[in-house]
């Protein structure tokens, strides 16, 4: 039912010593999986929930994973994720974007954060699919997830395959002419 992590990162070539972003990072999987692909990098996993940032937190300390820094944010505002501008490498957005209230002011803190090269993979659920787990009235389409950051200044580089409950894309950040 759930989209597989380490699959998904694979694909989107993580390496050494990268700054990576997990928005909105919930339980953390993401974020404890890719602190695992950047030795020498870090992972920053971003959560508005307390109780999350908590679960994360031990998780990591249980790992041993000193590259994994948690911390509150709001994703949804501004300069809301406490990230310095333009040092991102790769930002990752899984299963949160049809929880967004504000996808444009998101959109705008995401590419305020990433570098001029940066990346973003981007799962989410596949609409029609979901009637059992309840998040069929809230998923977004992929269709308007592409327009989406295609008029935030993002180019669509690929799609991958995220298993069969997800759809996932890669993202780049449109280089200026």
């Not at 998040?135 to 995220?162: E, H, N």
């Amino acid at each position: 039912m759930f989209a597989d992590p380490v699959k998904n990162l694979k694909a989107f070539d993580l390496r050494e010593n990268m700054l990576v972003a997990d928005l909105g990072t919930g339980s953390g999987f993401y974020a404890l999986a890719s602190a695992k692909m950047v030795p020498g990098g870090k992972v920053y996993a971003i959560e508005i929930d307390r109780d999350y940032l908590t679960l994360v937190q031990n998780k990591a300390k249980d790992e041993k994973l000193e590259n994994l820094e948690c911390f509150w944010g709001d994703i949804e505002k501004i300069e809301g994720t406490h990230i310095k501008t333009g040092t991102i490498d790769r930002a990752i957005v899984s299963n949160v974007f049809s929880q967004l209230t504000d996808r444009i002011t998101f959109l705008k803190e995401l590419t305020r954060i990433l570098k001029p090269d940066g990346e973003v993979l981007f799962i989410d659920w596949s609409p029609g699919l979901a009637v059992a787990t309840g998040v069929l009235d809230i998923t977004v389409p992929r269709d308007k997830v592409l327009a989406l950051f295609q008029k935030s200044g993002y180019v669509w580089y690929r799609d991958i395959d995220a298993g069969s409950n997800h759809y996932g894309m890669i993202f780049k950040v449109k280089k200026s002419a």
